[in-house]
């Protein structure tokens, strides 16, 4: 079946970097952007930026802006998201999505979420 | 940056009653919009995408319609295991951005 599977939990110290992987399987990788997602503890949604698989091409938010690099394997099928500089306010889950069709809100499947901790 | 208006921020309701979430855009959207839930400690679930079609395998008492501006999630006969925080996200332009979502409890 179509999947993404996310990597483990994660404590950081302020200023420090975290890598997030995000491996799919059960379909083309290379055919689906891949979209990330904060969401802070107790708090809503926020979008992060995407990447094309197929070509590395990313676009970003500007609330990460300098901050986040998204980037992808294609001989294992895995994305990554990398946040430089945490601060405590990064403490978060956060999520990988396949974005099905552009323009149309359709992003499924979704991994199960990365809880990263930032603490000193 | 598009905002999305989502309201109520929480309700309370009972099994069986019609429950009604919107959205607003706070420019035209066209129907660039999908509906999410999501329930504790899990990832969010695609309910709704293009505003009003229909996930595969969702129940049909969850319904989206609305263009342009104005949007609404129906539940027309809410069950226990609809008892969620529930999401709009616009997919019209960059930067992507979502409601600030509705509780939906027990009463």
């Known amino acids: 079946q179509v999947q993404l599977v996310q990597s483990g939990a994660e404590v950081k110290k302020p200023g420090a970097s975290v890598k997030v992987s995000c491996k799919a399987s059960?379909?083309?990788?290379?055919?689906?952007?891949i979209s990330w997602v904060r969401q802070a503890t107790g708090q809503g949604l926020e979008w992060m930026g995407w990447?094309?698989?197929?070509?590395?091409?990313?676009g970003y938010s500007q609330n990460f802006q300098g901050r986040v690099t998204m980037t992808r394997d294609t001989s294992i099928n895995t994305a990554y998201m990398e946040l430089s500089s945490l601060r405590s306010e990064d403490t978060a889950v956060f999520y990988c999505?396949?974005?099905?069709?552009?323009?149309?809100?359709?992003?499924?499947?979704w991994g199960q979420g990365t809880l990263v901790t930032v603490s000193s | 940056a598009i905002q999305m208006t989502q309201s109520p921020s929480s309700l309370s309701a009972s099994v069986g009653d019609r429950v009604t979430i919107t959205c607003r855009a706070s420019?035209?959207?066209?129907?660039?919009l999908g509906w999410y839930q999501q329930k504790p400690g899990k990832a969010p679930k695609l309910l709704i995408y293009?505003?009003?079609s229909l996930q595969s395998g969702v129940p049909s008492r969850f319904s989206g319609s609305g263009s342009a501006t104005d949007f609404t999630l129906t539940i027309s006969s809410l069950q226990p295991e609809d008892f969620a925080t529930y999401y709009c996200l616009q997919d019209y332009n960059y930067p992507l951005t979502f409601g600030q979502g509705t509780k939906v409890e027990i009463k």
């Open positions: 293009s505003a009003s």
């Open positions: 990447m094309d698989p197929k070509t590395g091409n990313t």
């Open positions: 999505a396949r974005r099905t069709a552009i323009g149309t809100g359709w992003f499924d499947p």
């Open positions: 059960g379909y083309t990788f290379t055919n689906y952007h």
């Open positions: 420019q035209d959207i066209r129907n660039d």
